[in-house]
């Protein structure tokens, strides 16, 4: 557990050093829904957070609904972790998108989104993160009928990676 949780502190100062709010948190956790979604899309990601780093938190929707969780919880749920900035995202317009995402606390959870049948009003983790910047739309957008998190990198530039390379 202490070193868990000094990678924890490790993360959470360089998530610090390069996030704005409106970022994406694209991350592997733990917990047994992040081996199943993992392993359905043979995904090396399982989950997506929106950072919301004036509050030191995170948006994300999750079983029980789009909710706020705590930044260093939600690394230390984590193994491996990524931000990402939206291709969508400047300083303005992020601004409007976590204040869209804060809004969209206490949305259901769109468990059937996740095999393309979804609702405009519900949300998972992934559809919830590209949801918020739709507004800002060049108009040149593919999506797929599932966004899943391995394909966030489709739609934003990596700014921190926790997986050394080499």
Known sequence: EPLRSEQTEAWYRSVGEVARNGDWLV??????TDN????ATNQPFSHVAILDVEHD???????????????????????????MRPRWS???????????ARSAVGTPYDM???????????????????????????????????????HMYLWGEILYDSRPRG
Not at 27 to 32: A, E, M, S, T
Not at 60 to 76: I, K, N, Q, T
């Open 27 to 32: 991350l592997r956790g733990y917990h047994q």
């Open 36 to 39: 199943l979604v993992a392993t």
């Open 57 to 83: 938190r995170v948006v994300e929707a999750m079983a029980e609904g789009v909710r706020f969780m705590d930044l260093r919880d939600r690394l230390h749920e984590s193994h491996h972790v990524m931000v």
């Open 90 to 100: 400047t300083p303005v317009n992020a601004e409007a998108a976590i204040a869209e």
């Open 112 to 150: 059937f989104g996740t095999v393309g049948v979804g609702s405009g009003e519900r949300f998972y983790c992934s559809e919830l993160a590209i949801h918020i910047y739709r507004g800002f739309f060049t108009g040149d957008e593919q999506l797929s009928g599932v966004i899943e998190p391995g």
